[in-house]
Nanobody, 124 residues
Framework: QVQLVESGGGLVQAGGSLRLSCAAS????????MGWFRQAPGKEREFVAA????????WYADSLKGRFTISRDNAKNTVYLQMNILKSEDTAVYYC?????????????????WGQGTQVTVSS
């Protein structure tokens, strides 16, 4: 019953910033924990960030803390990922995900719902 659509990806210079958006359908959006994941060619899908249903708590991959910020606007059914000081190793397809269980989003790649992904390419 939940559909997720990412947008905002593109080509950016190293050191630049980009904001990704994930638009969700459904009246129950605020009941779901949300997360961002990424996958580079030849690599496994990697946890980036998570946020609980109200937005009061956030979690990040240790290596990304300080550069990336996850937020949500439940009135707009949208989750965001602000990415700053981008590096070439940030190049990947970025996916948003939703699950009623915050721990599933934080610790697994088994969330109930996934978007189609949006490409982020960082060049020098």
């Amino acid at each position: 019953q939940v559909q997720l659509v990412e947008s905002g990806g593109g080509l950016v210079q190293a050191g630049g910033s980009l904001r990704l958006s994930c638009a969700a359908s459904g009246r129950t959006f605020s009941s779901y924990a949300m997360g961002w994941f990424r996958q580079a060619p030849g690599k496994e899908r990697e946890f980036v960030a998570a946020i609980n249903w109200s937005g009061s708590s956030t979690w990040y991959a240790d290596s990304l803390k300080g550069r990336f910020t996850i937020s949500r606007d439940n009135a707009k059914n949208t989750v965001y990922l602000q990415m700053n000081i981008l590096k070439s190793e940030d190049t990947a397809v970025y996916y948003c995900a939703a699950d009623p269980n915050t721990m599933v989003v934080r610790t697994t790649t088994r969330a109930d719902y996934w978007g189609q992904g949006t490409q982020v390419t960082v060049s020098s």
